[in-house]
């Protein structure tokens, strides 16, 4: 497995020239984004940090999402992952907040199947939530870096998207 460095260059580039930082809120990719983030050239002036909450516990406690729902979806719901993002924004203090929550393994939870809810959030506000879907018969650490990849790629297509939106406004 290997992370394109062209697309972490981009990155990194972009939180560099708007002088923006990101953070992460992950559970099915345990770290993954995190991983992923360090990567970029000189990390520590963009990336703040992140949180893995694998539990609904965690995730109640330190996303402050609604126990209630992520009892009833075993925390795997688009709104729980919006709220991922934008409660990484706030304990960040970041611009960016990337979250996703799902299955890397086929569990009877899922239906055995493979997929992930991830949220983009940018100054507070969700800017791009979607959902995954994986072939059930990926291995799980493949499944982790698959989604972590797509994730980074929307990252990316979004921030080419404020650039390009920057650059009408100048």
């Not at 995190?34 to 893995?52: L, R, V």
């Amino acid at each position: 497995m290997n992370l394109q460095k062209d697309l972490l260059d981009f990155i990194g580039q972009y939180l560099q020239a708007a002088n923006e930082t990101v953070s992460t809120a992950e559970s099915v990719t345990s770290g993954f984004l995190q991983f992923s983030f360090s990567q970029i050239k000189d990390a520590s002036q963009i990336f703040k940090g992140g949180i893995t909450a694998y539990t609904l516990e965690e995730k109640v406690k330190l996303l402050q999402v609604d126990e209630k729902e992520a009892h009833e979806c075993n925390c795997v719901s688009q709104h729980i992952s919006d709220t991922m993002a934008i409660q990484v924004t706030k304990l960040f203090n970041t611009e960016w907040g990337v979250a996703v929550t799902g299955y890397a393994t086929p569990v009877e939870e899922s239906e055995f199947k493979l997929f992930a809810y991830f949220s983009l959030a940018y100054k507070n506000q969700v800017v791009l939530s979607q959902k995954i879907e994986l072939n059930s018969r990926k291995e799980s650490v493949s499944a982790q870096f698959c989604y972590s990849e797509f994730i980074m790629e929307c990252l990316k297509l979004e921030m080419d998207k404020r650039m390009s939106s920057d650059e009408k406004l100048n």
